[in-house]
């Protein structure tokens, strides 16, 4: 079957949006080519979107195409991961690890399991070489992870949510890591993982809208930050 070559769109707030070509089977009969492509996957680096944080993967899903015979696919967000060297090298030796996932829906009806990773650390002061939490504090600490996210996802679109979850460096963890804090000391808080467990009826406004170029609210981090 004959090929041809389609551009594929990210959202609107990454910099660099066409981000791939990819090769679709023409029209044949009733099965169009745009069919084919729809709901296809594809796996990106975040440094290929936005020039930062190479180490995360972010997951995009082919929803439409923008305009018919455009030969442009229109991607909406899908999942996020992190390397497992960027993983491996925030573990520590002599101190907990703690890991938590949170399953909440968007307002605009996407449902999304977040994971988020920490370890502790040294409290002010301390001359002990371990940093060991208790496991009363790790559930405690949990408890704090599940609050924070589950009400970050729930008041907001997948299309505010998405810059919330790849931003670096990112709110959401700070106010888990500062929270956290008065139980025991914690480090290296990561969003390591998100999942689309079930997405909200296909609705095109909510494609466009994701679309719209918008890439203040997706930036680089400074020197300062980084």
């Known amino acids: 079957m004959k090929k041809e070559w389609w551009t594929v769109r990210a959202p609107g707030m990454f910099s660099k949006r066409d981000f791939t070509i990819s090769p679709v089977n023409q029209t044949a009969g009733e099965k169009l080519a745009s069919d084919n492509i729809k709901g296809r996957v594809y796996t990106v680096s975040l440094g290929d979107l936005s020039n930062f944080a190479p180490h995360k993967k972010v997951k995009l899903i082919v929803d439409e195409e923008a305009d018919k015979g455009s030969k442009v696919a229109l991607t909406n967000f899908y999942g996020l991961d992190t390397t ?18 949170v399953d909440a829906k968007t307002t605009d009806g996407f449902l999304l399991r977040v994971f988020i990773f920490a370890t502790t650390k040294k409290k002010r002061g301390q001359q002990k070489a371990t940093s060991y939490a208790q496991q009363s504090q790790v559930k405690q600490i949990r408890k704090i992870i599940q609050n924070v996210v589950s009400k970050t996802i729930k008041k907001s679109t997948l299309k505010d949510l998405v810059p919330k979850l790849l931003a670096e460096p990112n709110q959401i963890t700070e106010e888990i890591t500062t929270k956290a804090d008065k139980i025991f000391p914690i480090q290296n808080c990561i969003i390591r993982k998100v999942k689309t467990i079930k997405r909200a009826k296909f609705d095109i406004a909510q494609l466009l809208n994701i679309q719209t170029e918008d890439t203040t609210v997706l930036v680089p981090p400074t020197k300062e930050d980084a």
């Open 84 to 101: 497992r060297d960027h993983t491996s090298a925030i573990i520590k030796k002599w101190h907990s690890t703690i890991e938590s996932f």
